[in-house]
């Protein structure tokens, strides 16, 4: 009797977790289609001390890493990008992923940087990135709003050897930086 | 008398699992947010049975009918073409939103034909077709752009080409399509949305003049939707100026940005984050004191300041608390070597 007491315990919850999916399944029938835009992202970079021109461009800093959660009610596709050079670093950098109807999940993406000078005492990558949903029903579109999400990431691309320059434990130096003049 | 029972729990287990996995079956099959239309379904089915004359048919069958019962509405003409995106290969979809679009060119099908460009102009970009795009969009240049999901995804479409390198394409997308933002008067977003986009799109081809000139066009052209975005402006600015390494006005922009948001001004929470690591950043970097107040030059912050309250509490404690017992038992040392 204990076990099929189990069993049927098991049975209420499955019953109930396949209800639920139902439920949100067809949740949006009613209030029509859900729409939504593709992310757009912005990448500035603050480098603080003296930028000259660097006779070692193309030496690795630290990849900055960007990640956001993304639902539909519908089927969505987001995507991101980013491209350029800000102050004394290059970027780069995509993603894109695509929610189906009911579903949720997280999608990130790493933006490549590379340092083009070599005597910065500290430089803070800033993005910003941004999607807009919104409703279409009975061939109108409402309820637009926008979701932005802000990502910094400090980092220290001066090599040892000047006093004035902050000396973190994380991140390390750039080992392919020559030591400041 | 168990066997009732018995029969009665397995029966009920078996409706359990088909109820409980029933989701999990509709979950695998093809579904399509337009589905919830059965024209635009029957449209699909078509399209997959690779039958293009029935389904476009279709798709004009629901666009006529959806507008008979919405006259205001114009995403219908998106809709449709979507449905041809989505179940086609990119040349077909061309084809039969072509065909569809031939039916609205009237002045008085303008918002919903422009729909359907904004389907062609995903078709277009996912194709990578980018001169067939741009071409799209200077055709549409003279018009008033009335449809919401054009304007967004042309914005989109030009962001792709900045991303891309197209810088030429960009920017001629750019001054043309979107300009001062008169012409782009969609009833969903101010058209100071849009110029604070373009300004955006700017700074991602690494124009920032242009970027701070149509920031500051924003002010004269759409003043109310200036006064309530004030603050995610200013930091848009502060993006470009940086890209013109101009310190300090960006100092100054921020200082001005702080003074607004802490006397109410409207504030996303993602733009008050911005604004408080920008201001950190810049004070830490010896553009702004300690108040966030602009500086009129760099100050130059030594790495570790000396904290001299703290040293002169150490001094009164080695004076008196350390120093004195020392020389006592210096003393009392001393005596008991001469002794």
């Known amino acids: ?181 | 008398m168990q066997m009732p029972h018995l029969i009665r729990n397995k029966f009920c287990n078996f409706l359990i699992l088909i109820f409980a996995t029933y989701p999990l079956f509709e979950f695998a099959q093809k579904v399509s947010q337009y589905d919830t239309q059965p024209l635009l379904k029957q449209a699909r089915l078509s399209f997959e049975s690779h039958n293009l004359q029935e389904g476009e048919s279709l798709l004009e069958e629901y666009i006529q009918t959806a507008r008979q019962k919405f006259p205001m509405g114009y995403t219908f003409g998106f809709e449709a073409a979507e449905v041809a995106d989505e179940n086609l290969n990119d040349k077909e979809a061309v084809e039969v939103i072509k065909q569809i679009q031939k039916h609205y060119g009237l002045q008085s099908d303008l918002a919903l034909r422009q729909g359907i460009d904004a389907s062609l102009l995903k078709v277009y970009k996912k194709a990578g077709r980018w001169s067939d795009g741009t071409q799209l969009v200077n055709e549409l240049v003279g018009e008033v752009k009335t449809n919401f999901i054009l304007n967004i995804t042309v914005l989109d479409f030009n962001r792709a080409l900045a991303s891309l390198g197209k810088t030429n394409e960009a920017v001629q997308v750019s001054k043309q399509y979107f300009g001062d933002g008169e012409n782009v008067t969609d009833q969903v977003v101010p058209s100071g949305f849009w110029m604070q986009k373009n300004a955006e799109t700017a700074f991602m081809l690494n124009q920032p003049d242009n970027s701070l000139q149509i920031l500051n066009n924003i002010e004269k052209t759409s003043p109310e939707y200036y006064r309530t975005n004030q603050v995610a402006i200013i930091l848009l600015k502060i993006n470009a100026l940086e890209q013109l390494a101009k310190y300090s006005e960006i100092a100054r922009q921020l200082a001005l940005a702080n003074g607004l948001s802490q006397k109410g001004y409207p504030v996303t929470s993602a733009d008050q984050k911005l604004l408080q690591y920008r201001l950190k950043a810049y004070q830490r970097a010896g553009w702004l004191d300690g108040n966030y107040k602009a500086n009129q030059e760099q100050l130059y912050i030594a790495p570790y300041p000396l904290n001299h309250r703290a040293d002169i509490i150490r001094l009164i404690i080695l004076c008196t608390v350390i120093f004195p017992p020392l020389v006592v038992l210096l003393v009392i040392i001393k005596r008991r070597i001469i002794k």
């Open chain 1, 1 to 181: 009797m204990k076990t099929n007491a189990s069993i049927n315990y098991i049975g209420i919850v499955m019953l109930i977790a396949g209800l639920k999916a139902h439920a949100q399944f067809y949740g949006t029938a009613s209030s029509g289609p859900t729409a939504g835009s593709p992310v757009t992202a912005q990448v500035a970079v603050l480098a603080s001390g003296s930028t000259g021109s660097c006779p070692y461009a193309g030496a690795p800093s630290p990849d900055v890493p960007i990640s956001g959660t993304v639902s539909g009610q519908s089927i969505t596709t987001y995507t991101l990008s980013a491209n350029g050079n800000a102050s004394n670093f290059g970027l780069s950098g995509s993603w894109s992923t695509q929610t189906t109807a009911g579903q949720s999940g997280s999608a990130g993406m790493t933006i490549n940087t590379w340092c083009t000078a070599h005597n910065v005492d500290a430089a803070e990558t800033t993005i910003t990135s941004t999607y807009a949903t919104w409703d279409q029903c009975n061939g109108i579109v409402s309820d637009f709003s926008e979701e932005t999400l802000v990502q910094v990431t400090s980092y220290f691309p001066r090599c040892p050897g000047n006093p004035d320059s902050p000396q973190p434990a994380t991140p390390p130096c750039n080992p392919n930086c020559p030591p400041a003049a």
